[in-house]
T-cell receptor, first 113, second 113 residues
Framework: GNSVTQMEGPVTLSEEAFLTINCTYTATGYPSLFWYVQYPGEGLQLLLKATKADDKGSNKGFEATYRKETTSFHLEKGSVQVSDSAVYFCALSALTGANNLFFGTGTRLTVIP | EAQVTQNPRYLITVTGKKLTVTCSQNMNHEYMSWYRQDPGLGLRQIYYSMNVEVTDKGDVPEGYKVSRKEKRNFPLILESPSPNQTSLYFC????????????FGPGTRLTVT
């Protein structure tokens, strides 16, 4: 079946620290992989995505590389800001049948000044 | 402005009293879906629709109904709500399935007493 395992939170970092949030997946076939971000009181919005092996998604200083050999899609940012405080969700889309996004449990990030 | 709207944003109701949560998108998207978000479980899909008059069950459809009579609207119906349906609900839409970005509404927080 399809599933996503995401690093447990919460994560608290000081401003300008390096961020890694681990994400591994199980899927049949070749899924697309996503990171969504949820700011307080808002819906989810797409942060970045990768649709095939070795693709790197990037946006707003965040990056993640689709690693088929390790079935991983870890999120990284070199220098976090207070405004990055949010909940981050890793997700996959199986590409078979309907567009069902399978989400991880989410990781809450708090960045302190 | 391209957006997904949901109403109401907050709802407190009693067991057994039928309710409807509306969802509307203005992007002419074919695909729409409903998710519920629960602590420690991430987001789980309830129902989805590939187009008008085409709906299907997601991972947790029990106790919910949907309809898709118009392309822009996808209401979620709880015929007889129970306390285990207390949750945060999100509607989402996208152009199509697979690797296409899903756009999320702001969420509806439902409490069933």
């Amino acid at each position: 079946g399809n599933s996503v395992t995401q690093m447990e939170g919460p994560v608290t970092l000081s401003e300008e620290a390096f961020l890694t949030i681990n994400c591994t997946y199980t899927a049949t076939g070749y899924p697309s992989l996503f990171w969504y971000v949820q700011y307080p009181g808002e819906g989810l919005q797409l942060l970045l995505k990768a649709t095939k092996a070795d693709d790197k998604g990037s946006n707003k200083g965040f990056e993640a590389t689709y690693r088929k050999e390790t079935t991983s899609f870890h999120l990284e940012k070199g220098s976090v800001q207070v405004s990055d405080s949010a909940v981050y969700f890793c997700a996959l889309s199986a590409l078979t049948g309907a567009n069902n996004l399978f989400f991880g449990t989410g990781t809450r990030l708090t960045v302190i000044p | 402005e391209a957006q997904v709207t949901q109403n109401p944003r907050y709802l407190i109701t009693v067991t057994g009293k039928k309710l409807t949560v509306t969802c509307s998108q203005n992007m002419n998207h074919e695909y729409m879906s409903w998710y519920r978000q629960d602590p420690g479980l991430g987001l789980r899909q309830i129902y989805y629709s590939m187009n008008v008059e085409v709906t299907d069950k997601g991972d947790v459809p029990e106790g919910y109904k949907v309809s898709r009579k118009e392309k822009r609207n996808f209401p979620l119906i709880l015929e007889s709500p129970s306390p285990n349906q207390t949750s945060l609900y999100f509607c989402a839409s996208s152009t199509k399935g697979g690797s296409y970005e899903q756009y999320f509404g702001p969420g509806t927080r439902l409490t069933v007493t």
